[in-house]
């Protein structure tokens, strides 16, 4: 333990410098760059809305900003952790060669992704503006669920960049499973449609939870609720803890396969 | 005082007698229990130290074990057994340039391999013209590195990896980086490290580069240590070894 935070801080320019670099790639040669990131949820956004709206517009209030923090909040979930999954291999060459904690390429991933999807804060800002809604103190709590499903995505993101370079399949088993958590986040429907006995079986979904309080705070200027909450941080504490151990078990072997 | 001991160091490779790279294919071979094994020994209880200020040689056959050693050494491999002990600051000249990304460019480059060497941000901005100067690049350090030659990325490389004054060198075969004019100047720099206390690991199939540098040498002959001690005393035994094989 004393190790890793040793290290943490030996090899913490690295990190900042590795999230940097993903992020410049993403938009080199791209005539508006970093703009993609809000323009690209806008447009989703408007597209669902124009399918969705007249079939949901009775139950849910303000449909394009339930849209807009649905789709941004499970797009990054799935950035992230596709990327963390191929991060072992992307970097099979320097971990090839060099001594680097293994633990920062898919982390440096999920961190990435996470900077380049908060860019959609602008345009949820932008549409809460043209919708006329509401602006308090309690939008700001929005950071809690936010960090959360941070660490939720470095915790699956460990796991899955472990299984990852033992099993090529992964990566297409966990397309499946996206799609899978995708209907499962009420992104464009409205939880009440969901039948109160399947609810248990919902928030097995750890994006559940936190989509749920995103809304709380921003579009219903109201704390988080408690139970999504404790279920989210129990969520958040399961993963990191379970991925931790699954990475650290196996890194050693990752050089002999990569 | 020792810069490096390395203590009764195993290296085993499991080698299944076919690759399985699916879970279906797993869950089927293991169902049928056909998952063999073959362990491959790379390096059989390995000891040595090198001296603060030592040069020590590595001498061995193809498929000896050397690079899986120096691997070991600097620390990108786990041994399966023993353990190594490193007192100060390593460099590894095992691999030129790792972490080199064709689309940036040689400056953004320069802070990327420095980095993942484990150097700070702060340590690469004030040793950056230095850098610059010793690799020759000039005008060209804004291009990307995709538009550059093996040879400059090779001096790029060569003038990060020992932009220090490290504890201890590890440096793998010839370093035949660029012209001969770069070559001299690598050899000198390594020599003035040297010179300043540095202790340098060399692996090298040329004896005659072994004799000049070293004052002791391991050999190494299928994994297993088949003489340690004074390059005099060594090298003429290695030398009648493989020729005789």
Redesign the interface.
Known sequence: MIGFVRNLI??K??F???VK?DI??KY?HSYIGVLWSMLNPLLMMVVITIVFEALFRREIEHFPVYVLTGRVLYMFFAEATNAALDSIQANA????????PRYIFPTTRVFSAFITNMAAIVPVVGTMLVLGMKFSFYNLLVVIPLLLVLFISVGVGLMLATFAVF????KH?YSVLLTIIMYMTPIFYPESIVPERYLPLMELNPLFPVVRMVRDTVMHNTMPDAGDLMLSAGYTVLFLVVGAIVFYRNQ?RF??YV | MNALEVRNVSMEYKMPSEKITSLKEMFIKRLKRQVRYKTLRALDNVSFEVKKGEVFGIIGLNGAGKSTLLKIVAGILKPTSGEVIRRGTIAPLIELGAGFNGQLSGLENIFLNGLLLGYSKKFLQEKLDEIIEFSELGEFIHMPLKNYSSGMRARLGFSIATCVQPDLLIVDEVLAVGDIKFREKCENRIQSMIASGTSVVLVSHSVSQIQKLCRRVLWLEKGRVRGIGETGAILPNYEKSSKTS
């Open positions: 030996r090899y320019d690295l900042v410098e590795l670099k410049k790639l080199r060459q320097l971990i090839r060669k060099v001594y680097v099993f090529r399949d992964m088993l050693n050089i002999h």
